[in-house]
């Protein structure tokens, strides 16, 4: 063993040299943990309360220990502390307070300067007993130190390469699963694509290139943990990047990403450049670049609009293909009415209302759509109560005219918003917000009597079955039981034959009556009651 350090120490440089080249740790790092593991297998050797010191000698390329003592007129710690006049045999000029430095020679080819060392100074310093067995020992402890300080020096080069990556695109094999997390090789590092961050299209063995958006780098006792995303909004901004030089060149900006996962993206775009059509050019010649993008995405929908500062504009652009008759915009609450033909309504909304919720997220308002035909008879409902409340048909017909088509425009309006309308008074917009508001209570009322109304059969509805323990059994029960008798009710019983579901079956016992006249004997028949095995053959049948 001691000649395994021996040979170790004699290329001590140049192994730190080619560890540092090969793993990428700075050299300073790598020699300040061989100091550190011969210091700590020193310390466990000799006694922790010693003040040892390991530094390496560039000229030999060896670690050298040293000791520490100071001088004192009185000792407290033995493993620290010197007297005076013991000092004084070493060093004759040692006065209190002085630090004597011991080298201690603990490689093989210095064993008759050890020797020497114990001679003179053993006995101050303790070392004598000790001497043989520490080669064993700091080979032992110094290896666990160096390579524990070395994967630290790794976990830190890893985290301190990709901290700064957050936000970009990086591409790694898929090696394993764990718990339906995908663990990504990166080379230097590992990364995890978890469950909550793919998608349902897309599935992957051992082995497949995976292109994923680095969401976070977090710090952890066990080394960075790279967490990777292909659900996230940035994964679309990135692949955009890469498939589109004037994204990337910033002539083309993508302002706003609305995205399910899996099913639909909808991007808004806008051109720095009056020359440059930006939604042209995400699309490329012949469709090129944003196909490039919906391949990556394993044939993930993308809807590319133009960003426009006006609401009303951007709204029409983000629910697109379907069509927009009319617009109203309420800033204040965020509020955005569409009224669509009859014929674009389920295009609007699209499927399971997919299209108006990625629209939505797109513009940041709450949209609401309204059929034409719909809004036609909100708008005669409510022109009706209105009218029969007082209020002129033509001032009726101009509040239409201005967007007030519902009872919830009229009701929710400012005063002065109202009055500010010509030829509408304080007295009357008050009158129309009252019975705009009764119209309303109206209208709920209705839609709770007609949900109720519909609720009320399903409840009627019974389920389908055997009817409960002691009913008689219908034909049709009869029937599915195997049972063919039509006279006899039998009853079903609990600890029933497997397969059948009912146990022994005899008739049900008739009330006590008073007796009539013996009637002509009949001819003999069959007995009509089925027994349980009658049954059974019945359903082998």
């Known amino acids: 063993m001691k000649e395994g350090i021996s040979r170790m120490d004699l290329s001590l440089t140049q192994v730190i040299d080619q560890v540092g080249k090969d793993k990428g740790i700075d050299r300073d790092v790598l020699i300040s943990a061989v100091e550190a593991a ?39 710690s033995p493993d620290t502390e010197l007297l005076v006049e013991d000092a004084r045999l070493v060093d004759p000029e040692a006065e209190t307070g002085d630090e004597l430095g011991f080298q201690i020679f603990y490689r093989a080819e210095d064993s008759e300067r050890a020797r020497e060392e114990d001679e003179r100074y053993g006995d101050l310093l303790g070392l004598k007993t000790y001497r043989r067995a520490f080669g064993r020992i700091a080979a032992q402890t110094a290896k666990q130190v160096i390579l524990q300080r070395v994967r630290e020096a790794e976990r830190h080069m890893v985290y301190a390469e990709y901290k700064d990556r957050k936000g970009e695109l990086i591409t790694g094999i898929a090696r394993r699963f764990e718990r339906g997390n995908i663990i990504i090789d990166l080379g230097r590092a590992e990364a995890v694509l978890p469950t909550r961050e793919q998608t349902h299209r897309e599935s992957y063995r051992a082995g497949d290139r995976v292109q994923a958006y680095v969401l976070d780098v977090q710090k952890q006792a066990k080394g960075p943990q790279i967490v990777l995303s292909r659900a996230a909004e940035g994964l679309i901004l990135k692949l955009f990047e890469l498939e589109v030089p004037e994204i990337y060149e910033g002539i083309v900006d993508i302002v706003r990403v609305a995205r399910e996962p899996g099913e639909r993206t909808k991007v808004a775009v806008r051109s720095r450049d009056s020359d440059v059509d930006p939604v042209g050019a995400c ?14 995405l394993r044939g993930e929908k993308i809807d590319i609009v133009p960003y426009y500062e006006d609401a009303a504009r951007f709204v029409c652009a983000a629910i697109a293909p379907a069509e927009v008759s009319r617009v109203l915009v309420d800033d204040d609450n965020a509020v955005i009415e569409l009224i669509v033909p009859d014929d674009q309504l389920s295009l609007a909304i699209g499927r399971r209302g997919q299209n108006v919720r990625l629209a939505h997220r797109l513009v940041g308002y709450e949209i609401k759509i309204f059929s034409e035909s719909k809004i036609e008879e909100t708008k005669t409902m409510l022109r009706e109560r209105l009218e029969a409340g007082g209020v002129d048909s033509s001032l009726v017909l101009y509040l239409f005219k201005l967007g007030y088509h519902s009872a919830e425009n009229m009701m929710n309006a400012e005063e002065s918003e109202l009055t500010a309308i010509p030829g509408l008074t304080l007295e009357v917009a008050q009158q129309i917000q009252q019975l705009a508001f009764e119209h309303h ?17 399903a409840q009627e509805k019974e389920p389908a079955g055997l009817g409960p323990i002691g009913a008689p059994l219908s034909d049709s029960d009869r029937i599915v039981a195997g049972l063919r008798s039509k006279d006899s009710e039998f009853v079903p019983t609990l600890g029933a034959e497997p397969g059948l579901g009912m146990g022994p079956v005899a008739p049900r016992p008739e009330p006590e009556a008073a007796p009539e006249p013996e ?9 009509e009651t089925a027994s349980a095995g009658d049954a059974a053959s019945a359903l082998k049948k």
Not at 283 to 296: H, S, Y
């Open 38 to 76: 011969l210091e700590s297998a020193a310390k466990r050797m000799f006694g922790d309360e010693r003040l040892i010191e390991a530094q390496l000698n560039e000229e030999t390329g060896q670690i050298e220990l040293f000791q520490y003592m100071t001088v004192v007129d009185e000792i407290e």
């Open 441 to 457: 209570q109206e209208l709920r009322e209705m839609e709770e009597r007609e949900r109720q109304e519909r609720q009320e059969p």
């Open 519 to 527: 009637a002509a004997p009949e001819p003999e028949t069959a007995p």
């Open 283 to 296: 699309v490329g010649m012949k469709g090129v670049r944003v196909q490039a993008v919906v391949q990556e």
